[in-house]
Structures are given as C-alpha cells and as structure tokens.
C-alpha cells in the first residue's frame, strides 16, 4: 500500500531515460518472444496510478489485463500476504494441508453462481485452471471432445492455445496442437450478417447444428465459453446466445464451463458476467483478478462433477500458494467492503456515455460495448465496418505519450479496451477520456 498521488504526470519523453536504459538491458537478456504494450518500467502502482522508474504517473485503464481490480496494493492484500510471507511461504498443499486454500474454497463456493453444492481447485494460472477443467470434465463424462467458439481466448499451454482461437500472436510456429478440440460461431452482434438483433437466435443455432452434424453431442464432455469474451475484442454475445447454449448443454450431459477469468470479480458489476443471463454453469474458472495479482487461479463447480478426478490425479507443486491464497482473501475482503459491483457500474455510467458521444463525432468508432469496467470500442474505416488496426494503434500510442496507459485487443487488433482498477478515482476516469478524445481529434 503506498502513497502514490492519484494523479496523471508526464516528466520525461515517453519512454525516459532510465526506462530506456532498463530496456537495452532487457533486449540483451530477456527472449523476444515476451512483449510488452508499453516500453517502461513500473516502480511503484496504487489506485488508478502506475508511476514509471522516470516518475511518469499513469492513468491505469489496464489493470496489468484486468487482474488488479482491487488495486495494485490493496491494503488488505499488502496486510494478508505479508503476514502469510512471514509465517511461511510454501508447503506444498499435496504434502501438508493449510487453511487459507480452504478458505478461498469456501468463498469460492459462496460467489459463484449457483446454490448447489460445489468444489474448488486451485493452480497458478488462468491456462492451468482451463486445462483441469477439461480433466475434470472428461473423467466426469468419459467423452474426449471439448467446444470452443470463434474469438475465444482461454491461454498458451498446448491445449489452451487449441482452444484459443486467433493465431497471431498466440499460436503461430508452435503446433501440433492438442486434438479433439472443435469450434463454433458465436453470436457477435456487431459483425453478424443479418444483424444484431438476430445474432443470438441464428449463431445458437448454427454452433448446435454444427456440433450435433460435426462432432456428435454424447461425444462432447464440455462447452467452455467466455460470457464475455475479452482477447476476442470485449464481445457480449447476443442476448438468448448464452441461454441456448447452456439448454443445449444440459440436455445432453455436456459439462457447461464459463471461463470467467477475465471477466470475473466485479469486473463486469457483478460477481460473474454469467449472472447476466442467469446462467449457472457446471464448472467455473477464475484467475486474474482473484489475488489482486498474485498469481491463482480456481477451477470451481459442481461437487460431483469435481469429485469426478480421481485422488492425486488434479495438483501441481504451487497450486494454491499460501501468499497467493492470502492475497485473494485480501481481494475478496475488498471487493465486499468496497462494494466493487457498485463501483464497476459506476464506471459504467461515467465511461459509456462519454464514448458514445465520441462515437458520434468520429466515425471510425464503429461500437461502443461491454458492461461495468469491461468497456470497449471497435475502431472500423470511415463509412464501413471494416477493421482498422492502424487507427487502434495510433490512438494508443498516443494515449501512452499523454500518460494514459491503454490496452487494444480483438480478433481483427481493432479494438480499445478499457480495463481500469474498480478503485480508480472519477477525476482519473474523466482525465483519461478527455486524453482519448483529444487523441481522436489529433488522428
Ligand atoms: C487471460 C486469460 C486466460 C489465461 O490466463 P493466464 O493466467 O494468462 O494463463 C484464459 N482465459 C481467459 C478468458 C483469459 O482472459
């Protein structure tokens, strides 16, 4: 927990000299592979601030990708993980048990959706919880197929990137994927042919006729959809698209899986992004924002469908790392007395109508779209909807030079996405939009 003025700052040229000399320094050292949105070096980060090595404070519409909505040192997150550190580090919960892994069990099963009796699992990563929920269906169902939809994005182990389903950057060069992987379409109003309002009808229809003509529903063990799907551009799918895909999932024994990694934990204004819709999946996963950016992750669910693994067949080494189990009560603490949901459709009501009448003055904001602080617009080319990736990188290029700190995103890389922490200030929320407007009025 720091002191760090709430305050947008830029003294030096964006990157400064000592985030440049931290960058030759990383060129020589650290793997290309691994990318950065921006190319300076965090030092301290609180609230809606990220401050920079060179004194640079940024307005924070990331969230280090939507992981620290509580902050990025919450002070009940600093309080619980400290005195978790000092008590010990590591025991390992496959040799002696601890109790905060079972607490966050407990209040896993307590937010989630649904008031049948559930389970949890924990791991380290958000890919690592989507592939334990694929164990855990598969032992449960004895079937070996698993459904994906176009856009989805799930991780970067071989079997995520399987599931994930845009190649650049995630997947090129690295193949042979895992099989029995299979994809659908998902209702994407924005981009659907016949229209929005149809989306949700003709795209149900479609992945279920593909699934029952291409696959065979008693082959598929589980349906794993993100209620908002975030790498894929911040997309809501349609209304009614969600419903008939979970129906269809249970009139079939398929295991419904929302992977609610990016979008869950008041991030959307509610506990779950499925909560929307009513949907109650079999199975949940969760990472990202459940530690406040420690590194867990949950499997969550159904108890017998949980109870499906055999002993000793689910675990890892870190899984449920006591600091990181003591960070998500920390989080969890904070999201409650804070009232986070409250604070997500806040910055909702701020940022929504700010960018729709952006939208109005610039015709290549083609959508404006999300729920709570999962807000998005699509940038197109004047007059069409034909993406355009180089006005969305030109626009956050230069909301990083202004100090704002914004992240694209989408399928067609055409995306702004708005990500900010749940406890950034309004005068914050406001200084970074009129940033983004001033930049499109510059382009
Ligand atoms: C980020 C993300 C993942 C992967 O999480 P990692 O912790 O990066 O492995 C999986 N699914 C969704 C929806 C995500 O946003």
Known sequence: MSTLPQERRVVTAIPGPKSQELQSRRTASVAAGVGSVMPVFAARADGGIVEDVDGNRFIDFGSGIAVTTVGASA???????????????????????YEGYVEVAEQLAELTPGDHAKKSALFNSGAEAVENAVKIARAYTKRT?????????????????????KNMPYKQGFGPFAPEVYRVPVAYGYRWPTGAENAGAEASAQAIDQINKQIGAENVAAIIIEPVLGEGGFIEPAKGFLPAIRQFASDNGIVFVADEIQSGFCRTGQWFACEDEGIVPDLITTAKGIAGGLPLSAVTGRAEIMDAAHSGGLGGTYG????????????????????????????????????????????????????????????????????????????????????????????????VRFLPPLVIGEELLTDGLDVLEAAFAAL
């Open 145 to 165: 197929a698993v459904v994906v939809f176009d856009h989805g994005y799930h991780g970067r182990t071989n079997l995520t990137m399987a599931l994930t389903s």
């Open 320 to 415: 449920g790392n006591p600091v990181a189990c003591a960070g998500a009560l920390g989080a969890i603490e904070t999201m409650r007395e804070l009232d986070l949901n409250a604070k997500a459709k806040r910055i909702e009501e701020v940022m929504k109508p700010r960018l729709t009448a952006m939208q109005e003055k610039f015709d290549i904001i083609g959508d404006v779209r999300g729920r709570g602080a999962m807000i998005a617009i699509e940038l197109v080319k004047s007059g069409t909807k034909e993406p355009n990736p180089e006005a969305t990188a030109q626009i956050a290029k230069a909301c990083h030079a202004e100090g704002v700190l914004v992240l694209t995103t989408g399928t067609y890389g055409n995306v």
């Open 75 to 97: 002070e009940a997150v600093v309080r619980r993980a400290s005195a978790q550190l000092a008590d010990f580090t590591h025991t390992c919960f496959m040799v002696t048990p």
